[in-house]
């Protein structure tokens, strides 16, 4: 399987925000878009997950367009986590089990496979303890990894985040990128808008930098820290310690 994006240009009303965006994806990889604030990373996120429409250019998987697919078609394909959730008074288990939407007929009955696969999407992401506890009354990681439970549940092969772990501690932060590698292992491609950029150069495949609404690089770790890219990024300078295996930063 095989995501392209080709001449990719999106914007809101007047505005452009992406130009002539060109990457290829290849399954089970774990993407991470990084570049300061406003450069277009979610944008570029909800136009290549099929949410929005582009300017111009084309989405393909497969060769397939993806704006062109029939929704139900595209939710079984493609699942997308943002950032702006809405958790109610729904509970976990009434959260995951959206992630079935897509599979139910007519009339919108859950099957025991349904049922199974709920469970254990729970199970995997480690919320089967409060599975009937309010989204409202968890804490952010919490939530977090309720959303993920969904994402499982929907099955999908391709799976879009904005942001999964910001403004998590620590320990959740670790626990969510090592959720999101037992996913990659499980055949899914994970492409991801992140901010830590020591999560992103450990837990990534490659790297896809942008800036000012263009895509200036694209690689493994090694290669954007050989060509110095988050430097002309962000202006910090990128040391790498083959010793403790970790990336650290430090302001120009």
Same mark, same amino acid.
């Given at each position: 399987?095989?995501?392209?994006?080709?001449?990719?240009?999106?914007?809101?009303?007047?505005?452009?925000?992406?130009?002539?965006?060109?990457?290829?994806?290849?399954?089970?990889?774990?993407?991470?878009?990084?570049?300061?604030?406003?450069?277009?990373?979610?944008?570029?996120?909800?136009?290549?997950?099929?949410?929005?429409?582009?300017?111009?250019?084309?989405?393909?998987?497969?060769?397939?367009?993806?704006?062109?697919?029939?929704?139900?078609?595209?939710?079984?394909?493609?699942?997308? +986590?943002?950032?702006?959730?809405?958790?109610?008074?729904?509970?976990?288990?009434? +959260?995951?089990?959206?992630?079935?939407?897509?599979?139910?007929?007519?009339?919108?009955?859950?099957?025991?496979?349904?049922?199974?696969?709920?469970?254990?999407?729970?199970?995997?992401?480690?919320?089967?303890?409060?599975?009937?506890?309010?989204?409202?009354?968890?804490?952010?990681?919490?939530?977090?990894?309720?959303?993920?439970?969904?994402?499982?549940?929907?099955?999908?092969?391709?799976?879009?985040?904005?942001?999964?772990?910001?403004?998590?501690?620590?320990?959740?932060? +670790?626990?969510?990128?090592?959720?999101?590698?037992?996913?990659?292992?499980?055949?899914?491609?994970?492409?991801?808008?992140?901010?830590?950029?020591?999560?992103?150069?450990?837990?990534?495949?490659?790297?896809?930098?942008?800036?000012?609404?263009?895509?200036?690089?694209?690689?493994?770790?090694?290669?954007?820290?050989?060509?110095?890219?988050?430097?002309? +990024?962000?202006?910090?300078?990128?040391?790498?310690?083959?010793?403790?295996?970790?990336?650290?930063?430090?302001?120009?």
């Amino acid at each position: 399987m095989v995501i392209r994006l080709e001449n990719l240009c999106g914007g809101y009303g007047r505005k452009q925000v992406l130009f002539d965006i060109n990457a290829e994806i290849k399954t089970g990889e774990i993407i991470s878009i990084v570049g300061a604030n406003g450069c277009g990373k979610s944008t570029l996120l909800e136009i290549a997950s099929g949410l929005m429409k582009p300017i111009s250019g084309n989405v393909t998987v497969d060769g397939e367009d993806v704006h062109s697919m029939e929704g139900k078609k595209r939710a079984k394909l493609i699942s997308v +986590l943002s950032q702006q959730k809405s958790p109610g008074v729904l509970t976990v288990r009434a +959260l995951v089990y959206h992630g079935r939407f897509p599979y139910l007929g007519y009339p919108r009955r859950y099957t025991d496979e349904d049922r199974q696969i709920v469970e254990e999407a729970m199970q995997t992401a480690g919320v089967s303890e409060f599975a009937d506890e309010s989204l409202s009354e968890l804490s952010g990681g919490q939530q977090q990894k309720a959303y993920i439970a969904m994402l499982i549940a929907q099955n999908t092969k391709i799976v879009y985040m904005d942001e999964p772990v910001t403004f998590l501690d620590i320990n959740y932060q +670790l626990e969510l990128m090592n959720l999101i590698k037992r996913m990659q292992k499980s055949g899914k491609t994970v492409i991801m808008v992140i901010h830590d950029l020591n999560l992103a150069m450990t837990y990534s495949d490659r790297i896809m930098a942008m800036k000012d609404g263009r895509l200036i690089s694209m690689g493994t770790p090694k290669e954007i820290y050989e060509k110095g890219v988050l430097g002309e +990024l962000f202006g910090i300078e990128t040391h790498y310690s083959k010793k403790e295996n970790q990336y650290f930063f430090k302001k120009l």
